[in-house]
Structure formats: C-alpha cells, structure tokens
C-alpha cells in the first residue's frame, strides 16, 4: 500500500492526544504510506451554518472560507482518514465533530436508497478507507458500543469502501496501545 | 407534584434563527404543553450560549435553576451538531466539579434531514449517556424524521414527552422513547428531495455547477 494517509486528530490543547498520533504517523510509515496530521483545535473551524449552501450554492464547496475547506480537500484526497478523537458520550470530540459537521461538501444532496434506508449519493468517484480511534480513560463498554456504531453510521454516509474502529484505554501499557494502533492500521489499509 | 413553580429550560441546538428552525418549533410544541400547565418557560440557542464565557455561565446557571431541559437539535453527520457536544460538556463538568444533586429531568427531540426517524438512534443513544453521566434524570426521547415536518404522529409523541416531562417523581420508569411514523414513503421523499435540491440550485443559479467535484 502506498497512498495518502489523513489522520483528523480531534483532540485539544489539554488533551492533544500526541502519543497516539506519533503511533499512528509509525503505522502509516511502516506501511508505505504518507501521513498528515491535522490537528483540529489549532485550527480555524466555524460551526456547520447550517444553511445547505455547499449543495445548491456553491456545489462542493462549503461558503466558509476557513480551514474546513483544507480538511474536506485532504479527505476527498486521501486513501485512508484516521478520527482520532476522545470518546465523549459515545461519539466525538467537538473539535473533531466540527470538522465533520462540514464535510457534507464532499456527498451529494441527492437521495438514495442504500440498505434499506435512504441516504445521500456520491458526489465523488471514490471515497477514503475509515479508521476511528476512539480514546478512553478506561473503556466504558456502552460509550465503546455507541462510538463502534457511530463510526460506521458514518462509513455509509460516506461511501467509505472500508472501515475498522478501535478503541485505546489511554491507561494501558505504551507499548500494547502502540501495537494495537499497529494492527488497527494494518487493518483498514490491508487490500 | 405541584406544577407551580417549575421551569422548563428549552435547549436549541440549531445554528438557524429560532423562527426559521425546525429544532426550534418541535421544542416549542413541547414547551406550549408544559406552559399550559403552569410550567415557566425559557429558551436558550446553543449558538448565542457559547459566544461568551459569560453567556456560558449564563445557560449554566439557566440549567440548575430549571425542573426540566429539553434538548432539540438536527442530525448532523449521524450526531449532535458540534456545539451541542461542546455545551453537554460544559454541563456535565459543571455538575460534576459542583457536585449538584438537583434533580432536573433530561430529554431529546432531533430531527433528522432523511426520512426514517430511526436514523437518529445512535445520537439518542449518546444522549441518553449524557444524561446519566451529567446526573440528569432521563425523560425521554422523541426522534423525527423528515426534517422535523410536524405531522400527527409527532405532535402525538411530543405531547407525551410533555406529560412525561410533568409527571414529576421517578420518571424512568414512565420514560417515552417514541419514533414518529415517516411522514411519507421513502421513494416519494427521495424523488420530491430530489426534486427540491435541484430547484433550489436553479434558484442560485448555481445548477450547472450542481455535480461539480472541486478537490478533484
């Protein structure tokens, strides 16, 4: 494998989340692949206006001029994107969640039938891998099931061909969370 | 349990003018039935909460005072829209670094752009787990479909959200978890969406563009 690997780091200034992000950029080297990280809270990020403007507007393109239009650009462009984010209630980080709030650009408003429900078409021929981090201070079984179920709500409405979730008890032992990112990344970027 | 007295705080949590808002109008509903109960009302927009330290003080203090929130959001991207996370947080610290003991009674309403309400579950779920970690008694949930269109199923489960709300006592145990039906048949919603998303482009002048793929 050899392709472009992004890695959303939703954590935050009091809890950046370094360590799993410098495991990460290892995994994605040992690999073959090229990593960027994207560190979320030092970014400029407005709410999501709500306002469906990046549909039938300016097609594509959120009408904020901000950082969020370099991150939706690095995922259309990526093979594989990493959320790595603190599990807060079962889902993401704000920090996180902001960026994804506006990445709606990247599908189209046009409904389809997928598994039974209806959900939005592809606005773009091919879509990047998934890989969800979730970060816990000692695993909480229920927030686990629900940032499982999250993130692959998510992998269908973004037409993600493939996706692998893993949650990391920050308290473990370094080098167990360190193979266990490993194997995670091993994973979604296996063909 | 007495009504008088008791406060209903009405947490919105879409980014749109209150009077342009779906969210908006499915707690309204809610909050009308309450009132005519005796309940005081207040309502607080997310967005206006987290322009200021003070502002987030503000609606801190507005959620220990209250007998009652009631939290009504979109569905954004399968969750809460990202400031709603951000002012979960800041409740559920609030409470805990408090050590508040208040019994306020917790419950949802969100609406989602697709036409199964069900599709709201997982963020209901996420709620729900706010609720017991923020010590907030959970009354409930109302998930909608359709983009909040406020058919007569909806009232129906809004209403007894409402009851719900002014049971008072252990309401977990008449807790309300109701979907509301689709308003209308998954194809007639896709080929009328359709329909309107196309329209509204035209509107902008911006159909030609309506496929376009800038980041490829």
């Known amino acids: 494998m050899n392709e ?4 959303l780091n939703g954590g935050s200034a009091a809890e950046p989340l370094c360590e799993l992000e410098r495991h990460l950029m290892e995994a994605s080297s040992s690999c073959g692949c090229n990593a960027r990280v994207m560190r979320l809270w030092e970014m400029s990020i407005a709410p999501c206006l709500g306002c469906f403007g990046c549909w039938t507007k300016t097609p594509g393109m959120c009408v904020i001029d901000d950082d969020a ?3 939706t650009q690095e995922m259309i462009r990526s093979g594989v994107v990493v959320f790595l984010t603190p599990v807060v209630f079962g889902g993401y980080s704000p920090e996180l969640k902001g960026a994804l709030d506006r990445s709606i650009v990247l599908i189209s408003p046009l409904f389809e039938r997928i598994h039974g429900e209806i959900h939005h078409k592809k606005r773009y021929a091919e879509y990047p ?11 909480n079984k229920e927030e686990a099931a629900i940032f499982d179920t999250l993130v692959h709500r998510n992998a269908i409405n973004f037409h993600s061909p493939k996706t692998v979730v893993q949650i990391i008890d920050q308290r473990s032992d370094p080098a167990l969370i360190n193979s266990t990112v490993e194997r995670a990344f091993r994973e979604v970027s296996a063909e | 349990m007495s009504a008088a007295g008791n406060r209903l705080l009405i947490l919105v949590g879409s980014p ?4 342009r808002s779906a969210s908006a109008r499915l707690g309204k509903i809610v909050g009308e039935a309450l009132s005519a109960r005796g309940w005081e009302l207040r309502t607080v927009r997310i967005p206006d909460a987290l322009k200021s330290e003070a502002s987030i003080e503000s609606m801190l203090s507005e959620v220990e005072r209250a007998d009652g929130v009631v939290l009504t959001a979109p569905l954004y991207v399968d969750s809460l829209p990202a400031p709603v996370i951000r002012v979960l ?3 559920a610290n609030q409470r805990a670094d408090s050590g508040s003991s208040k019994m306020i009674r917790f419950a949802s309403i969100l609406n989602c752009g697709f036409t199964e309400a069900a599709q709201n579950h997982t963020a209901q779920r996420l709620l729900k787990r706010f609720a017991e970690k923020a010590g907030l008694v959970w009354a409930g949930a109302i998930s909608a479909g359709s983009a909040g269109a406020v058919t007569k199923s909806v009232r129906v489960s809004l209403n007894l959200l409402a009851d719900a709300m002014a049971a008072g006592g252990d309401l977990s145990t008449q807790a309300v978890e109701r979907e509301a039906k689709n308003a209308v048949p998954g194809w007639t919603y896709r080929v009328i969406g359709n329909w309107m998303w196309k329209r509204q482009a035209k509107k902008n002048g911006a159909l030609d563009q309506f496929y376009a793929r800038p980041y490829t």
């Open chain 2, 16 to 19: 749109k003018p209150l009077e």
């Open chain 1, 4 to 7: 472009k690997v992004l890695v």
């Open chain 1, 69 to 71: 239009r370099d991150v």
């Open chain 1, 129 to 139: 891998r998934l890989l969800g981090i979730g970060v816990q201070q000692g695993i």
């Open chain 2, 89 to 91: 947080g800041a409740i």
